[in-house]
């Protein structure tokens, strides 16, 4: 089992070494940026398919000719969205300049706007990044099964497989799933380069493809009022946020990069919201000046054509053969390698959020400690079951993911930043640029505030109740683990100062037949008790007559050859059950003298193959995890170790 181990994990990790697990500018860049620049692969999508979805039902035209009416708002609508990338990029630079110890909304919150905030920001993050593997994934599957049809029965395999993968990577340790994905994030950014560079071309200089055209009705149809047209913006924006998700990811592993890490993960995030601005603003020019729409499929089980292998299709023209034919696919194969990749920003951050809320006793402690590879094993095994779990509940379908994904991270950015506003009014009297750098942060929070109420109101129906009402969810599940950690340590702590008062101590042998094991068992309790504490136990199911049964009759007959004295009690069970009355009798001896502690000695076997637990011993782990529960009874399990030859 250990070479398996090593050959798919790779070498122990000693703590010392943690040095070398820094990532690089351009590593880091792969890492912690390749969800935000995939994003742009269903963004645009998101808001083509927003806007189709306000006109269904007008008469006489097709659903293609009625979005095409409508698909001009989504120049705008990417211009505000890259507006307010800018802010939060510019809000999230300052972060990690100020926290280069790693200032992701989780730290910022607890620091400045205290704890609730904080497991607010935390929750939301945490469901975040399940949902950013989920989606991701799913729409990299749905870029090949664009390509390839014929996959498109499997996706919510393929999708399953391609983040078990993912996992297995990110137990290797940072630095080396880096290095892999460096290789989709960067050609993915090329071939998007490539091809907007193509499509202007093409759509500028060359006249391009005849956009859709509208239907006269449609345009008529479109001469809607005021409000209307300010609510079908509104949910076009929240739609096309989903652009945004990842862009806190740097500030949240600022510790990765190398030293100095604040300067090169600052520099990281500059390059990250240039390149997904550029790439975000060109899909949507071209796919609105060559009339590119998308429309969600009707069947939630189907996965339509992707907005991008559309957008592909038109710029690169027949892509049955040549050159055409390889650079629409080459396009589609790494859009799914740098979606599946994308998820890596999740196994990057989920782990290390989790373990913050560990350390602080709002989640389970085993979430703090690191595996052979200095990774947080247990999050990221977390992270994979139950991302998984969702991608099989939903199909895969981005349809179905994408409306629950921004929510949760724009609650973080505007804990976030308003958390920013508060350190710089806290550090006035060092910092000379305080009151400026709390303007820029200050944008930044309402800017992303007002964005999360826009996405709770407009996507509410769609999904997003499920993150309005997961939250606070969380959030209460987090004081109640906090509570109990809180307890338990005031119990430990004042048990210090009881009085331990010397004890009787009564030996109960448990016993179903004589072996080794049993006799060994004996010794032992004769070792820690004197012989008159100490006494076996046995239970006998007797027969229809109430007759003690022949493996009564035969263990009580040997009894005297091996007993070395210790007297052997029965317990007759008509009910047929072994456990119940041995805990009753247990119960009825701690009634009966509560002065003293009961010793309960259990024989077991111990088998040579790993399937041989399996078969042996379920009836003593049933009982000890009971006999853990009562006050004043100790369980010791007395190993016997078979001999090989016997099974």
Same mark, same amino acid.
């Given at each position: 089992m250990q070479p398996f181990r090593r050959l798919i994990l790779g070498r122990r990790l000693a703590s010392d070494e943690t040095q070398h697990t820094k990532v690089s500018n351009f590593v880091g860049l792969s890492v912690?940026?390749?969800? /935000?620049?995939?994003? !742009?692969?269903?963004?645009? *999508?998101?808001?083509?398919?927003?806007?189709?979805?306000n006109l269904h039902g007008v008469a006489g035209v097709s659903l293609a000719a009625a979005a095409a009416a409508l698909y001009g708002m989504s =120049?705008?609508?990417?211009?505000?969205?890259?507006? +307010?990338? !800018?802010?939060?990029? $510019?809000?999230?630079? *300052?972060?990690?300049?100020?926290?280069?110890?790693? &200032?992701? %909304?989780?730290?910022?919150?607890?620091?400045?706007?205290?704890? +609730?905030?904080?497991?607010?920001?935390?929750?939301?993050?945490?469901?975040?990044?399940?949902?950013?593997v989920a989606a991701s994934v799913s729409s990299g599957v749905a870029a090949i099964t664009s390509a390839l049809p014929s996959l498109g029965e499997h996706n919510v395999l393929i999708t399953i497989l391609a983040i078990c993968f993912i996992a297995v990577l990110n137990l290797r340790g940072v630095k080396e799933s880096g290095a892999f994905f460096a290789v989709p994030t960067y050609g993915f950014v090329f071939l998007i380069m490539v091809m907007l560079a193509t499509g202007v071309v093409r759509a500028v200089l060359m006249g391009g493809p005849t956009p859709v055209m509208v239907h006269d009705s449609v345009r008529h149809a479109t001469h809607l009022g005021s409000f209307a047209m300010v609510w079908i913006f509104m949910r076009a924006f929240s739609a096309g946020c989903t652009a945004l998700t990842g862009v806190e990811a740097i500030s949240n592993g600022v510790t990765a990069f190398r030293e100095p890490a604040a300067?090169?993960?600052?520099?990281?995030? !500059?390059?990250?919201?240039?390149?997904?601005?550029?790439?975000? +603003? &060109?899909?949507?020019?071209?796919?609105?000046?060559l009339g590119v729409v998308y429309m969600h499929s009707a069947d939630a089980s189907q996965v339509a054509e992707t907005l991008l292998s559309k957008l592909s299709k038109a710029i690169y023209g027949d892509v049955t053969h040549g050159l055409p034919k390889l650079m629409y696919y080459l396009t589609q194969g790494f859009t799914f390698a740098v979606l599946v990749v994308a998820a890596n920003t999740a196994y990057a951050d989920f782990p290390r959020l989790a373990a913050l809320h560990a350390t602080d006793g709002f989640l389970p402690k085993q979430l703090t400690s690191q595996g052979d590879r200095l990774v947080f094993s247990n999050g990221i095994l977390i992270l994979t079951f139950v991302s998984c779990l969702l991608v099989w509940v939903c199909h895969a379908n981005t349809d179905l993911l994408l409306p629950l994904y921004a929510l949760g991270v724009f609650i973080g950015f505007t804990v976030s930043q308003t958390g920013m506003v508060m350190h710089w009014v806290n550090r006035k009297a060092t910092e000379p640029n305080w009151l400026f750098k709390a303007i820029l942060?200050? =944008?930044?929070?309402?800017?992303? &505030?007002? !964005?999360?109420?826009?996405?709770g109101v407009t996507k509410f129906v769609h999904g997003a109740w499920i993150i309005v009402v997961l939250v606070p969810t969380l959030v209460i599940i987090f004081f109640r683990i906090h509570r109990h950690y809180i307890r338990i340590r005031s119990l430990l702590a004042s048990s210090r100062t009881e009085e331990v008062y010397p004890r009787k101590n009564r030996v109960v042998v448990l016993v179903s037949r004589i072996h080794r094991g049993t006799l060994e068992a004996i010794r032992y309790a004769k070792a820690i008790a004197d012989r008159g504490q100490v006494e076996a136990l046995t239970i006998d199911f007797p027969d229809a007559h109430?007759?003690?049964?022949?493996?009564?009759?035969? +263990?009580?007959?040997?009894?005297?050859?091996?007993?070395?004295? =210790?007297?052997?009690?029965?317990?007759?069970?008509?009910?047929r059950k072994t456990v119940e009355p041995i805990l009753a009798e247990v119960d009825r001896? /701690?009634? %009966?003298?509560?002065?003293?502690? =009961?010793?309960? $000695?259990?024989?077991?076997?111990?088998?040579?193959?790993?399937?041989?637990?399996?078969?042996?011993?379920?009836? /003593?782990l049933r009982l000890k995890a009971y006999l853990y529960t009562r006050p004043k009874v100790v369980v010791i399990s007395i190993p016997y170790h078979l001999d090989p030859h016997v099974i």
């Open positions: 912690f940026s390749s969800d /935000a620049l995939s994003s !742009v692969a269903y963004a645009t *999508q998101e808001i083509m398919a927003s806007l189709s979805s =120049i705008p609508v990417a211009l505000g969205i890259a507006g +307010l990338l !800018v802010i939060l990029g $510019i809000g999230y630079r *300052q972060t990690v300049m100020a926290y280069p110890g790693g &200032g992701g %909304a989780y730290i910022v919150a607890k620091e400045n706007l205290g704890e +609730l905030a904080a497991q607010t920001a935390g929750a939301a993050l945490l469901t975040d990044y399940i949902l950013t300067r090169n993960a600052a520099k990281t995030m !500059v390059w990250m919201i240039a390149l997904l601005g550029v790439m975000f +603003l &060109g899909i949507t020019f071209l796919a609105s000046k942060n200050g =944008i930044g929070a309402t800017a992303a &505030g007002i !964005v999360m109420i826009d996405i109430g007759h003690p049964s022949a493996e009564w009759e035969r +263990l009580n007959a040997d009894w005297h050859r091996y007993c070395e004295g =210790i007297p052997l009690r029965v317990v007759m069970s008509e009910f001896m /701690a009634k %009966a003298e509560p002065e003293i502690t =009961i010793t309960v $000695i259990l024989p077991e076997f111990v088998t040579d193959n790993w399937w041989g637990h399996l078969l042996h011993n379920q009836t /003593a």
